[in-house]
């Protein structure tokens, strides 16, 4: 276990009224002023800012007030269904009723705007194409859409390659030439913008006056918005945290969507105790089984019922599909895993980026595997599956320090035509490629990754926010920790660590490890998912070097605190 403490950027206290260790978590994390981490609504940044907003909320106003054929084209992640639920609501609420959308099946059609869906919308008469989350590489698929006649405004959050499809307008906070200071907006966030900026167009123009109806408060679709973001995995970052706050309190309150009331009553999580983590590791993966395993409008159609009775049997059929994809997960990661030990145990040196195939390999679980095989070997790492007769499909995964998109975008330029298509963000991507040339790219992405990890660690380091003493792990801190603010990729949840004595240990479940550990006599619970059943329980453990996260455990009307280990060792 390699651990490397955080330190606080300024000495001084950033606010008095603060409790001590939320004090000492936001200074760890570059915070010098209050102002920092606050997160009410007026604290959002300007949809104003956004290039090309102005254009595409005009062209948008247009359409609705001539009642053209809108079509949302949105992506198969929960990124993606929580954009299309956005514009679908909003829309709707504008008065627009001639308003579809359309999710490119992940094992028909592939990513994003492609010439084959702009042709199925086109046969379903669409007259007006918005994409979310996606578009900013589609530049055959716009060029497609043009020609047919139809008019195209692109939102994504994707970074641009070197051409830039021609569209009628474009969104996108890393576009060139846009001002806007949160880069890291999820494509939920950009089109909440856009929607943001068709309201005051529309409002300008008395369009809800004319039509006597009830302008909208966009505000209430925050827990749609704060559930793309957390689950995309994009930086919180300032203007990110506000929106994920906002969006939780709503559905803390329990004013959320019944769609998200339900994905929560089926994972037995009650509302009002919900953090963000749960955003990514209880919601997200429930919608994101969807577009994994069946089709996305499974999940989309969870978010804009509003019936509660329809909610619950759909968010039922989400989690049975979740529970298919851990199972096919599972499956995957064991064949992996089996592969690269027995390629390490003929003696060979395993690659400093990792590239595994399988025709078996399921399309819509490549990218969690990848994720998998990187935390363990702690390597950027692509799984391929099969796309069709004569080409794969890869889902990459990186490990801080190597932009995965930057390094694909490497490969290309020195091997061009070895990649067909390629897109995505610093830490996960996308591609396609013939079948014929994964040998060749192999070759190249690993020569690549050599050059771009020179100088960085070569094993995961914990970032730890120090020790705590017996009377800092209590039920009071770990509640301040959990619903202070967003916690997420950047500005992660706070971890500590520290060399507790080892009092009991028992395996529950398949793989769990149940602890008692105490601190100068005081005992704690403990507990550690999916260990090394080869290493542990071992009783001859007196001391143990604990990395974790206070929790708060409720078991049979009894509330006390406990430790969720992320990492452990001897310390005898």
């Given at each position: ?10 000495p ?7 409790p ?6 936001y ?6 002023d ?9 604290k ?114 994707h ?16 576009q060139?030439?846009c ?24 409002q ?81 993966p ?67 980026g ?8 399921h ?16 390597r950027?790492t ?37 990649i ?101 006599g ?32 409720e ?13 452990l060792?001897?310390?005898?």
């Open positions: 276990m390699q651990i490397q403490r955080r330190h606080a950027v300024t001084n206290s950033i606010d008095s009224q603060l001590a260790i939320l004090d000492r978590l200074r760890n994390r570059g915070v010098t209050i102002a920092q981490i606050q997160t009410q609504i007026k959002l940044r300007h949809y104003n800012e956004l290039k090309g907003i102005e254009v595409a909320s005009n062209l948008i106003c247009d359409a609705i007030k001539q009642s053209k054929a809108i079509c949302i084209i949105g992506d198969f992640d929960a990124d993606g269904a929580t954009s299309t639920a956005i514009c679908m609501l909003a829309l709707k609420a504008f008065g627009h009723t001639n308003v579809d959308y359309l999710v490119p099946n992940r094992f028909d059609f592939g990513y994003g705007l492609s010439p084959e869906i702009v042709d199925v919308a086109y046969q379903q008469n669409a007259e007006f194409i918005i994409t979310v989350d996606n578009g900013i590489s589609c530049v055959e698929g716009v060029s497609h859409a043009k020609e047919l006649g139809m008019k195209v405004v692109v939102t994504d959050h970074l641009p390659g070197l051409t830039l499809p021609n569209a009628d307008a474009i969104v996108n906070p890393n060139p030439g001002e806007f200071t949160s880069k890291n907006l999820a494509g939920v966030g950009v089109a909440f913008y856009v929607m943001l900026a068709v309201k005051a167009q529309l300008n123009e008395g369009w809800f006056e004319q039509k006597n109806i009830q302008a909208p408060n966009l505000a209430n679709y925050l827990d749609i918005v704060a559930l793309g973001t957390v689950a995309d995995v994009v930086p919180l970052d300032e203007n990110n945290r506000v929106l994920v706050h906002q969006g939780l309190q709503r559905i803390r309150s329990g004013i959320a969507r019944p769609g998200i009331r339900a994905i929560l009553e089926v994972a037995a999580r009650p509302c009002h105790k919900l953090s963000s983590t749960d955003l990514g590791f209880v919601l997200g429930r919608l994101n089984a969807a577009g994994r395993l069946d089709d996305m409008s499974l999940g989309i159609e969870c978010l804009l019922t509003e019936d509660e009775h329809i909610a619950r049997q759909i968010a039922a059929r989400l989690d049975a599909l979740n529970l298919e994809r851990r199972e096919i997960e599972s499956s995957m990661k064991d064949e992996a895993e089996k592969a690269l030990e027995a390629f390490i145990s003929q003696g060979n040196e395993l690659p400093s990792v590239v595994l195939y399988q025709s078996d390999f399309q819509g679980v490549i990218g969690i595997l990848a994720g998998r095989i990187k935390e363990k070997y702690y950027p692509i799984v391929f599956a099969q796309q069709d007769a004569e080409s794969i499909k890869g889902s990459a995964r990186s490990v801080p320090g190597v932009h995965i998109r930057d390094l694909l975008e490497t490969v290309n330029t020195q091997n061009p035509g070895l067909d298509k390629f897109g995505g963000h610093a830490m996960a991507a996308g591609l396609s490629m013939k079948t014929a040339r994964l040998s060749a790219f192999k070759l190249a992405f690993e020569a690549a990754v050599v050059q771009a990890t020179k100088g960085l660690p070569t094993q995961n380091l914990i970032l730890s926010d120090g020790t705590l003493n017996c009377q800092e792990i209590n039920i009071e801190n770990a509640g301040l920790i959990k619903l202070a603010v967003p916690w997420g990729q950047t500005f992660e949840e706070p971890l500590f660590d520290g060399i507790f004595q080892m009092r009991s240990q028992r395996i529950v479940g398949k793989n769990h490890l149940k602890m008692v550990v105490s601190l100068d005081i005992e704690f619970d403990a507990i550690a998912f999916n260990i090394d059943l080869a290493t542990w329980p071992n009783s001859k453990i007196r001391q143990v070097k604990l990395a974790y996260k206070l929790d708060i455990n078991f049979r009307g009894q509330i006390s605190v406990q430790l969720l280990v992320q990492a060792e001897s310390a005898d």
